[in-house]
T-cell receptor, first 111, second 115 residues
Framework: QKEVEQDPGPLSVPEGAIVSLNCTYS??????FMWYRQYSRKGPELLMYTYSSGNKEDGRFTAQVDKSSKYISLFIRDSQPSDSATYLC???????????FGKGTTLSVSS | NAGVTQTPKFQVLKTGQSMTLQCAQDMNHNSMYWYRQDPGMGLRLIYYSASEGTTDKGEVPNGYNVSRLNKREFSLRLESAAPSQTSVYFC??????????????FGAGTRLSVL
């Protein structure tokens, strides 16, 4: 089992929809979780990070961690065509020396 | 702020040729990383350097070598390119430690084709 699993999609939604992107992880020792956004032919850029359980909100984006089920989510409210990108979840390895990435979910928001 | 700069942006090689991908960061980070990204495979770590003077293998190091030239620069070398090394290569840098959370900052990538 991969340490971080993510459904690759693709996911297509109309503009204004609420989007839910999800990852699962296997190691209960993981504490920090990050979401990166990657536009086509660009490098990943950090969108949000959260620590342990709970929610973190930043504008239209909410990151949620459920440690009991080892599930992390990113919600996008009022999705826009500019949100069309690949979203990658990540967590630091137990040694703290690298990030473990999910494979990414490709999102397309149509106007 | 330039952040993480990679050169070249594109490269086409013939099988057996060698080349070096260059990476430089201006954020004074201690740690630097090389990843490759392939369709359906996600980002896979090739090598990393936790600090100047140290390098370690990641998940897919075979066929690659690295050099941490100084705190700013971390290069990736393909000694004898193979078609299986056709990929998009990303360099990243970060601070690691209890408070730093290892948030990595990425360059724009190098698109490499090996024919």
């Amino acid at each position: 089992q991969k340490e971080v699993e993510q459904d690759p999609g693709p996911l297509s939604v109309p503009e204004g929809a609420i989007v839910s992107l999800n990852c699962t992880y296997s190691n209960s020792a993981f504490q920090y979780f990050m979401w990166y956004r990657q536009y086509s032919r660009k490098g990943p850029e950090l969108l949000m990070y959260t620590y342990s359980s709970g929610n973190k909100e930043d504008g239209r984006f909410t990151a949620q961690v459920d440690k009991s089920s080892k599930y992390i989510s990113l919600f996008i409210r009022d999705s826009q065509p500019s949100d069309s990108a690949t979203y990658l979840c990540a967590t630091p390895s137990q040694a703290g020396t690298a990030l473990i990435f999910g494979k990414g979910t490709t999102l397309s928001v149509s106007s | 702020n330039a952040g993480v700069t990679q050169t070249p942006k594109f490269q086409v090689l013939k099988t057996g040729q060698s080349m070096t991908l260059q990476c430089a960061q201006d954020m004074n980070h201690n740690s630097m990383y090389w990843y490759r990204q392939d369709p359906g495979m996600g980002l896979r770590l090739i090598y990393y350097s936790a600090s100047e003077g140290t390098t370690d293998k990641g998940e897919v190091p075979n066929g690659y070598n690295v050099s941490r030239l100084n705190k700013r620069e971390f290069s990736l070398r393909l000694e004898s390119a193979a078609p299986s090394q056709t990929s998009v290569y990303f360099c990243a840098s970060s601070e690691i430690g209890v408070l730093a959370k290892n948030i990595q900052y990425f360059g724009a990538g190098t698109r490499l084709s090996v024919l």
